[in-house]
C-alpha cells in the first residue's frame, strides 16, 4: 500500500518538472534546472526527504542541496519566505491563492494536470460521479464554480464556506479533506469547510441523490483513509490519469498546472 502511495504522490512532482514558463520570475530561478545546489520543498508527501530529492535530481539532471517535505503549503510558503528554502511544488491555483497574500513571493508555471477524484476500485462511485460531471460540465455549472472559487478576485477574498443541501433520508458519501489546500479547500474563521472542490462535491451530490460528510484528513495519509474505509473518496491532481488496479478515478473535472513558488525578485 506505501508503494502504491508513494508512485501515484510522486506524480503531482513529476508533472511539475517537465515544462516550465516564467511569471515576473526571480533572477536566481527561472526555470526548473535553475534548482541544481539548492533547497526545494513540497507538502504532503508519503517519501522521505532523502528519496524525494533522488527523484527530482533524477528526473532534472540536477543535484539539488536537499528536498523539505512539510505538511502545508502555508508552512512551505514561510520556509521560501525565510530563506530556509530556494523553492516549493505545488500546482498553479494554490500558488496564485499564496502569492496573492504574500507579495514577496511569485510562481513558475510547470505541465499541465488533471484534477480528479479518486475511489477504491469496485466502489461504485466512478460511474455515478462521471455522469454528475458530465452533465455539470455539459450545463456550465463547473465553469460557473471556476468564476466564484478560482477567479484573480477570488484568490483575494477571504474564505467563505461553501452551502450544501441535505436531502433526506439519502445514503451518505464520506469526503476526505485536507482544509489546507487553499482555493481547492480550507476551513474558514469558524471551521465551516469552503472552496472550489468543496462547493462542486455539493453540485455531485444532488446529482447523484447522496449526502456528502466531509471528513479532515492529512495530505499524505489520503489512501490509508480511503482504503481502511475512513473516506469513500478525495481530490487529486494528475499528470496522467494512470492509476493501479487498487484504485480507479474519475473523469477530470478541473485543468490545472504544476507551479514552482519562488522568492520575487528584489526591487
Not at 19 to 41: H, R, V, Y
Request: glycine share 8%; hydrophobic share 45%.
Amino acid at each position: 500500500m506505501k508503494k502504491v502511495y508513494v508512485v501515484l504522490s510522486l506524480l503531482l512532482v513529476f508533472s511539475l518538472l517537465l515544462s516550465a514558463c516564467g511569471e515576473n520570475n526571480a533572477p536566481s530561478i527561472t526555470e526548473w534546472t535553475d534548482l541544481d545546489g539548492k533547497t526545494l520543498a513540497v507538502f504532503g508527501l508519503a517519501v522521505s526527504e532523502d528519496d524525494f530529492a533522488e527523484m527530482i535530481n533524477s528526473k532534472l539532471g540536477i543535484e539539488l542541496k536537499s528536498g523539505v517535505i512539510v505538511p502545508t503549503p502555508a508552512e512551505m510558503a514561510l520556509l521560501i519566505q525565510n530563506g530556509q528554502v530556494d523553492a516549493g511544488s505545488t500546482h498553479v491555483y494554490n500558488a496564485k491563492y499564496i502569492c496573492a497574500r504574500n507579495d514577496d513571493l511569485d510562481y513558475i508555471v510547470g505541465k499541465t494536470m488533471a484534477a480528479s477524484m479518486v475511489f477504491v476500485k469496485g466502489s461504485g462511485l466512478k460511474s455515478e460521479i462521471d455522469q454528475a460531471i458530465a452533465a455539470l460540465k455539459a450545463d456550465g455549472t463547473i465553469d460557473n464554480l471556476v468564476d466564484t472559487w478560482l477567479s484573480d478576485e477570488a484568490m483575494k477574498s477571504d474564505p467563505q464556506p461553501a452551502v450544501l443541501e441535505t436531502i433526506p433520508g439519502a445514503d451518505t458519501i464520506k469526503v476526505g479533506i485536507s482544509g489546507v489546500l487553499a482555493p481547492m479547500d480550507y476551513a474558514t474563521a469558524d471551521g465551516k469547510p469552503g472552496g472550489f472542490n468543496v462547493a462542486l462535491i455539493g453540485e455531485i451530490s444532488k446529482h447523484i441523490g447522496k449526502n456528502v460528510e466531509f471528513v479532515n484528513i492529512d495530505p499524505d495519509s489520503r489512501f490509508l483513509a480511503l482504503s481502511s474505509g475512513t473516506i469513500d473518496m478525495f481530490f487529486w491532481n494528475f499528470y496522467n490519469t494512470f492509476i493501479t488496479e487498487d484504485y480507479e478515478i474519475s473523469e477530470p473535472y478541473l485543468e490545472d498546472n504544476g507551479a514552482l513558488i519562488i522568492r520575487k525578485a528584489a526591487d
